[in-house]
C-alpha cells in the first residue's frame, strides 16, 4: 500500500513539473494570443522565414510572422505579420528579410519611413527585399570569369 502512494506521489510530481514547464514555455515564446495589428507583405522569395519568425527593427523583436501564403495570380509570397500595438509604422515602411550571420537563421527587418500617414490594421507593406541566396552569389563569384579571359 505505501508502494503505491510513494508511486502516486512521484507521478503527480512529475505532472506538475510538466504543467510548469509548458507554462514558463509558453509564455517566454510569445506564442500567446497578444495585442497587436496585422500587416502583409509580398516577396518573390522568402527563404529561412516560417511562421514563428521574428520581426524586428533596430535589433528589437517588434512582432512576429504569422502566416504565409503563395499568391495564385502573382505567383508571389504572402506573408502575414503580428506587430505590438506600440509600434506606429509610416506608411512608407520597408521591410527586408536579414540573416543573422553566415550560419545563422533569417528574421524581418523594418525600416521605418518618414511619412505623417500610419499603417493600420490589414495594411500591406509597399516596399519589400527578398532574402539573398548565398550560395548563388558564391557559385557567381567563384564561376565567373575574370577581364582577362582566363
Known amino acids: 500500500m505505501s508502494s503505491n502512494l510513494v508511486e502516486s ?11 510548469w514547464f509548458l507554462v514558463f514555455a509558453y509564455e517566454r515564446t510569445d506564442m500567446g494570443a497578444g495585442n497587436g ?14 511562421i514563428g519568425s521574428d520581426v524586428r527593427m533596430a535589433g528589437i523583436k517588434v512582432g512576429t510572422v504569422t502566416g504565409s501564403r503563395l499568391d495564385a495570380q502573382t505567383f508571389q509570397a504572402v506573408v502575414t505579420l503580428s506587430l505590438d500595438d506600440e509600434i506606429e509604422l509610416p506608411s512608407d515602411t520597408a521591410i527586408a528579410i536579414t540573416a543573422e550571420g553566415l550560419l545563422g537563421g533569417t528574421y524581418m527587418n523594418l525600416l521605418p519611413g518618414g511619412m505623417d500617414d500610419v499603417l493600420q490594421d490589414g495594411d500591406e507593406i509597399g516596399e519589400t527585399q527578398d532574402a539573398v541566396d548565398l550560395l548563388g552569389l558564391i557559385s557567381k563569384f567563384i564561376y565567373s570569369d575574370d577581364d582577362s579571359g582566363n
Do not use: C, K, M, S
Not at 507521478?11 to 513539473?17: E, F, I, N, Q
Not at 509580398?42 to 522565414?49: H, K, L, Y
Open 9 to 19: 506521489l512521484i507521478g503527480a510530481v512529475v505532472l506538475l513539473v510538466a504543467g
Open 37 to 50: 495589428y496585422t500587416l502583409t507583405a509580398r516577396f518573390d522569395r522568402i527563404d529561412g522565414i516560417g
